[in-house]
C-alpha cells in the first residue's frame, strides 16, 4: 500500500488565487515528519515546508502553510497568492521512526501545478 | 555558494559503457544521499551514506556502486550502462541520518543511447 498520497496528478490555479495540494499518508509511527518539495521544470528540489508529528502549530513559510490533520493523517499543502512561477512539480514526503535510525524519506507521486496568468 | 552541487550536469552515452557522477555538498552535513528520478518523476533512493559509512542500500542493480571518500563527497559509479539508466540522478545531503530536511543537487540528466 502507498504511504504516501497525492491524488492531483495535475492541477491548475489563476494567478494571485490561493492553491491546495493534497496529501495524505500512512504510518503506525507516532513519530513522523512531513516535507514538501518543489520541481520546477528546471529540475532542482527545492525544500518548502517540513511538519513534525508532535508540532501543535501548522508550520507556515511565506506564502506556503501545511494544512495538518492528524486524525484524518493528511498534509495538504497550501500555496496562497499564486505566481506564475509556481508553475512546477511538487511533491510530499515523510519520514518515519526516531531519530538516529536509518530512515528514508517516502514519496508521493507528485502534483503538476500550473498556474494561468 | 553552491551547497550541493553535482558534475556533470549532463551526461550522454552509449550502452555499455562506464560513467561516474561526483557529489559534493558544503553544509556541513553528515548524511549524503543518491536518488534515481524516472521519466514518470518518481523518486528513488538508492543509496545513503553517514559519515562515510553506507547505511541504506535499496534494491539496486550491483553495477551501481556509490563511494563516499569523506563526508562532504558522495559519488556514483556506473558499470555496463544499460538503456534502463537513463533517468535523472540526485544527490542530497542532511545534517542528521535519516531523513532530516534533505537537500538536492542539482541533478544530473544521463541519457543512455
Known amino acids: 500500500a502507498q504511504k504516501i498520497t497525492q491524488t492531483q496528478p495535475g492541477m491548475f490555479v489563476q494567478e494571485k488565487e490561493a492553491v491546495t495540494l493534497d496529501c495524505t499518508y500512512d504510518?503506525?509511527?507516532?513519530?513522523?515528519?512531513l516535507f514538501w518539495y518543489k520541481q520546477p521544470s528546471s529540475g532542482e528540489m527545492i525544500f518548502l515546508i517540513y511538519?513534525?508529528?508532535?508540532d501543535e502549530q501548522n508550520a507556515t513559510e511565506g506564502r506556503y502553510s501545511l494544512n495538518f490533520q492528524k486524525a484524518r493523517k493528511s498534509a495538504n499543502l497550501v500555496i496562497s497568492a499564486s505566481q506564475l512561477g509556481d508553475s512546477a512539480m511538487y511533491f510530499c514526503?515523510?519520514?518515519?521512526?526516531?531519530?538516529?535510525?536509518?530512515?528514508?524519506?517516502?514519496w508521493g507521486l507528485g502534483t503538476s501545478l500550473a498556474v494561468n496568468p | 555558494d553552491t551547497a550541493v552541487s553535482q558534475t556533470p550536469k549532463y551526461l550522454v552515452t552509449q550502452m555499455g559503457n562506464d560513467k561516474s557522477i561526483k557529489c559534493e555538498q558544503n553544509?556541513?552535513?553528515?548524511?549524503m544521499y543518491w536518488y534515481k528520478q524516472d521519466s514518470k518523476k518518481f523518486l528513488k533512493i538508492m543509496f545513503s551514506?553517514?559519515?562515510?559509512?553506507?547505511?541504506i542500500n535499496e534494491t539496486v542493480p550491483n553495477r551501481f556502486s556509490p563511494k563516499s571518500p569523506d563526508k562532504a563527497h558522495l559519488n556514483l559509479h556506473i558499470n555496463s550502462l544499460e538503456l534502463g539508466d537513463s533517468a535523472v540522478y540526485f544527490c542530497?545531503?542532511?545534517?542528521?541520518?535519516?531523513?532530516?530536511?534533505?537537500?538536492f543537487g542539482p541533478g544530473t540528466r544521463l541519457l543512455v543511447l
Open positions: 542530497a545531503s542532511s545534517q542528521y541520518r535519516g531523513g532530516e530536511t534533505q537537500y
Open positions: 553544509l556541513g552535513h553528515d548524511t
Open positions: 551514506y553517514n559519515n562515510k559509512e553506507l547505511i
Open positions: 504510518t503506525s509511527d507516532q513519530s513522523y515528519g
Open positions: 511538519q513534525g508529528s508532535y
Open positions: 514526503a515523510m519520514r518515519e521512526g526516531l531519530a538516529g535510525n536509518n530512515r528514508k524519506l517516502i
